[in-house]
């Protein structure tokens, strides 16, 4: 199981090429809830997104060799950036499969990068077979989004840089797709202020960690229809799943009306531009603000890759889950 | 004449109490320039923009008594809000005098710091002599927005800062309304980094300060129409202006749609809201380009209050200079 270890060995692969990125406070978001409010602001990291840590700290513990062979991931979105800008920095080749709807900008990013795209049907294809077979095919190294520990241990230092940044906190709540930030971060905090309580954030549509945590298994639910489609997906990692299930003391759901309400909070108070699966977290705060009144409480704000035209539609509600 | 003494005695009054922003880069705007570009982040200042400085600054020189008899201000926007919030924080009546089609969250915003809002005609009525007669009715201190020592002094703190965390630059641009910010940073500049050139920016329907720098005198224009609503002055102030023909080079000038470019450009790369006269500088920066290349340049994001209503019909298109 991931170790706080593998953390901070991961944060010293990362010094000085991702970014130590700031910690946010609002007043007024204080005032409101009640509460001691520390956003761990990752929509300032590299690429726009926490995904840059892993995916990087993945890459770097790789042979030079398997490097030259390549890499493949596939990706809703930010892990797909994450990977290609990761593999330019090391000068390798990256392949990724990618959902065809995935948001354009995302699209263009990654292949802004350097890397070579490939789309795929997300409502009918099996993106990691597909995934698979390219890198047997090439000999390349699948870097996969969540369920890997050198990925979960770079998503890691998140909390890590947050707790050693602000001290201690009473309650930390981290946005949870795969589970791959929600794992790292619960090790970090738990090893740097054991009495933390660690929380999961997800959309109400697509809450199978919530349920996989009450089964006390992994259950599988369709793909969910919701605004936060960094959070599309249908079951946590097995890894993940193994540290959540010690770790994580609940996890809360928002509705897309949430989440789009604290996407306008940071853009009108806070003046930060959150994508939708990266104001998922601040949401869960907000909405289930009476269980964290008077902590000290951190969140992630885990991206902000959105584009100006999809904020529009998303703010005068011409885009709902479909 | 204001003085670099003037600056360092606000940086101190304002110590602990306004924010030292965050000093902000991009890659992909150096990038795109040739240019290295350090962003001071004033939209994350309290209240949302550099005002704060200046009025805070201002009513700290007063005396405990004239304190106690209160304040009045007049002000397109953000100068309201920091007055209001100044005097709250010093526990004085405010009461400030704003124009009738100043935008509903900063009315909203200065009265819910506690001040009393007295609303004119911005095409009919003389503010200056609004404010006036409230002043000599109330014995209250009339905090000018740009046209007083105070003011430019806590606003040159703005670039003291800048050049105390990245070190002397060749180039600052500034966003110009009445001149306070500008004068202010100015001197600061120039004494911090004696060969740096200083320019002003401000929206071509409203160029009084270009055209004033070049007649060598105060030059007078009617209420500007254009979208940056913090820069609809009409002259600069007589204070400001014998720095500005002093220690500044030029005065740039940007179209409507510059300044959205650089909104959406501030909002998809930089994940920042900038207000229209937030972004002024930048945008003068990114049409200015050639003049800038290969050079450090710092600049001034001196504003993030706007609402997402307005941003919307800002990048839209719905809304355009009235």
Redo the contacts between chains.
């Keep these: 199981m991931l170790d706080i270890a593998d953390i901070r060995d991961a944060a010293q692969r990362l010094r000085g090429v991702a970014h130590r990125t700031?910690v946010l406070t609002s007043r007024t978001l204080d005032a409101m809830l009640g509460a001691r409010v520390f956003m761990k602001a990752e929509?300032?990291q590299r690429m726009?997104a926490f995904k840059f840590r892993g995916a990087y700290h993945a890459l770097s513990v790789l042979t030079p060799d398997e490097r030259a062979r390549g890499v493949v991931a596939f990706s809703s979105g930010n892990h797909a950036q994450a990977v290609a800008l990761a593999a330019r920095l090391f000068a390798c080749p990256a392949k990724i499969v990618m959902p065809a709807d995935a948001p354009a900008?995302k699209v263009e990013a990654t292949r802004g990068y350097g890397a070579d795209v490939v789309l795929y049907d997300r409502y009918r294809d099996d993106r990691a077979a597909i995934a698979r077979r390219i890198a047997g095919e090439r000999g390349a190294a699948l870097i996969p989004p969540y369920d890997h520990l050198p990925v979960m241990a770079g998503q890691g230092t998140c909390a890590l840089e947050l707790i050693e940044d602000v001290g201690p906190l009473d309650a930390l709540i981290v946005c949870a797709g795969g589970g791959g930030l929600l794992s790292g971060c619960a090790v970090a905090a738990r090893a740097l202020a054991p009495a933390i309580e660690v929380f999961g954030a997800e959309p109400e549509a697509g809450d199978d960690m919530r349920r996989s945590l009450h089964a006390g298994h992994i259950v599988t639910i369709e793909v969910p229809r919701t605004i936060c489609d960094g959070q599309q997906t249908t079951a946590v990692g097995v890894q993940p799943f193994e540290v959540i299930r010690t770790h994580v003391s609940d996890v809360l759901t928002v509705s897309d009306a949430g989440v789009v309400e604290a996407m306008?909070f940071a853009?009108?108070r806070m003046?930060?531009?959150?994508e939708p699966s990266g104001a998922c977290a601040l949401a869960a705060l907000m909405h289930h603000a009476g269980r964290f009144r008077g902590r000290r409480v951190g969140v992630t704000l885990s991206g902000?890759n959105?584009?100006?035209e999809r904020?529009?539609a998303l703010?005068?509600g011409a885009e709902r889950a479909a």
Excluded: A, N, S, Y
């Design positions: 700031p929509h300032l726009g900008p306008r853009f009108e003046k930060q531009v959150l902000g959105i584009g100006v904020f529009v703010v005068t």
